[in-house]
T-cell receptor
Framework: GIQVEQSPPDLILQEGANSTLRCNFS?????LQWFHQNPWGQLINLFY???GTKQNGRLSATTVATERYSLLYISSSQTTDSGVYFC?????????FGQGTRLTINP | GAVVSQHPSRVICKSGTSVKIECRSL??????MFWYRQFPKQSLMLMAT?????????EQGVEKDKFLINHASLTLSTLTVTSAHPEDSSFYIC?????????????FGPGTRLTVT
């Protein structure tokens, strides 16, 4: 099945900084999603992006399907952006999650 | 739109008892729902895929007699943990795919934290 790798595993930044999270996947995808898991465990859908580029406020994402990677950009980070960010990819079968990037934004 | 609810959000039960968790799609129909488990500081692992009106498909290593799944309608799937033991303590999360949209995007519920004492 498809394999998903996220980097970096941990990222610590000051408020106001920009960040880039990367997701590599091993096969062609029908689905690529980015999530933010809040402190209560809820997965918040950020982007459904099997290809192309999308933007939503301070967040944007790009998936280059031919090169099998996706990037999540967070600009002007706020402390509320802290948490774990997951990438999940689905090829022909099930949605597979990466191990996540733990982002800490310090005031 | 695309809201998935779970009930209960938190449950504590004694070893040997059974616990039922409900997953509902509130504003869309879902032919297919999914159940995941997440241990502390780990990623989500798919346990089973639930299809309305048919038997669930379990991932390798998941005991289907312990984790009973019923998907009786297009908006409701249930997971019953039978004869629960402390090692079943975990965070259980369901998700659903909007049948009407034809996309692969999945929407996730808020999760149920199970503690078995």
């Amino acid at each position: 099945g498809i394999q998903v790798e996220q980097s970096p595993p941990d990222l610590i930044l000051q408020e106001g900084a920009n960040s880039t999270l990367r997701c590599n996947f091993s096969d062609s995808v029908n689905n690529l999603q980015w999530f933010h898991q809040n402190p209560w465990g809820q997965l918040i859908n950020l982007f459904y992006i099997p290809s192309g580029t999308k933007q939503n406020g301070r967040l944007s994402a790009t998936t280059v399907a031919t090169e099998r990677y996706s990037l999540l950009y967070i600009s002007s980070s706020q402390t509320t952006d802290s948490g774990v960010y997951f990438c999940a990819a689905q090829g022909a079968q099930k949605l597979v999650f990466g191990q996540g990037t733990r982002l800490t934004i310090n005031p | 739109g695309a809201v998935v609810s779970q009930h209960p959000s938190r449950v504590i039960c004694k070893s040997g008892t059974s616990v039922k968790i409900e997953c509902r799609s509130l504003d869309f129909q879902a032919t297919t729902m999914f159940w995941y488990r997440q241990f502390p500081k780990q990623s989500l692992m798919l346990m089973a895929t639930s299809n309305e009106g048919s038997k669930a498909t379990y991932e390798q290593g998941v005991e289907k007699d312990k984790f009973l799944i019923n998907h009786a309608s297009l908006t409701l799937s249930t997971l019953t943990v039978t004869s629960a033991h402390p090692e079943d303590s975990s965070f259980y999360i369901c998700s659903a795919r909007d049948t009407g949209r034809g996309f692969y995007e999945q929407y996730f519920g808020p999760g149920t934290r199970l503690t078995v004492t």
